[in-house]
């Protein structure tokens, strides 16, 4: 099975900055992988498929990068709505595994 | 609108069942591979099990397999994901989600708590 491993666990941010989250897999995935933004009680929104292809309707501040076993999300200029938890995810083979989550905090 | 309404949670014995439904709407369940994803409250995600548009493929995650089973009915555009031999550590909210023809859960339902406890 592929693992995956989002750094940091927790990142405290105000709104405007800049952040970027990581996400490492255990093993070549190429370009895919996908991220998710959850807020409590809600269900995963999906934000970024393929590494970098923005899901309709989100914002362009969101972007990713990467490829191989090395992924980023950035976002340019945190707003209110984006303090959140951030999930990444790899979609090359079952089990599609998750990361652990990244939860991002207003400072 | 596309939407995905679970159903069929509650609470269940060790060793009991449970049937989840995913009923579809706004889309034709026919033309999507369709996910089954669950979380601990408070914890992350894990994908427990998908299956293709004719229910020909299905996928489990390990920690599941041999005692859930995913269907479909199309026409009825209902997805459907039987719980068996249920234990504590399969307590979580189990979300459906519409794949967007990437492995990916474009689409999600709100969610059914399952809880498994004597």
């Known amino acids: 099975d592929i693992q995956v491993t989002q750094s940091p666990s927790s990142l405290s941010a105000s709104l405007g900055d800049r952040v970027t989250i990581s996400c490492r897999a255990s093993?070549?995935?190429?370009?895919?992988l996908s991220w998710y933004h959850q807020e409590p009680g809600k269900p995963p929104k999906l934000l970024i498929y393929?590494?970098?292809t923005l899901q309709a309707g989100v914002p362009s501040r969101f972007s990713g990068a990467g490829s191989g076993t090395d992924f980023t999300l950035t976002i340019s200029s945190l707003q209110p709505e984006d303090f959140a938890t951030y999930y990444c995810?790899?979609?090359?083979?079952?089990?599609?595994?998750f990361g652990q989550g990244t939860q991002l905090q207003i400072k | 609108e596309v939407q995905l309404v679970e159903s069929g949670g509650g609470l269940a014995q060790p060793g009991g069942s449970l049937r989840l439904s995913c009923e579809a709407s706004?889309?034709?369940?026919?033309?999507?591979?369709m996910h089954w994803v669950r979380q601990i409250p408070g914890k992350g995600l894990m994908w427990v099990s998908h299956?293709?548009?004719?229910?020909?493929?299905?996928n489990y995650a390990d920690a599941v397999k041999g005692r859930f089973t995913v269907s479909r009915d199309n026409a009825k555009n209902t997805l459907y994901l039987q719980m068996s031999s249920l234990r504590a550590d399969d307590t979580a909210v189990y979300f459906c989600?519409?794949?967007?023809?990437?492995?990916?859960?474009?689409?999600w339902g709100q969610g059914t708590v399952v809880t498994v406890s004597s």
């Open positions: 989600a519409r794949d967007n023809y990437y492995n990916s859960g474009e689409h």
């Open positions: 706004g889309f034709s369940l026919s033309r999507y591979w």
């Open positions: 299956i293709n548009m004719d229910g020909s493929i299905i």
């Open positions: 093993q070549n995935i190429a370009t895919h």
């Open positions: 393929l590494t970098s």
């Open positions: 995810q790899q979609t090359l083979s079952v089990p599609y595994n």
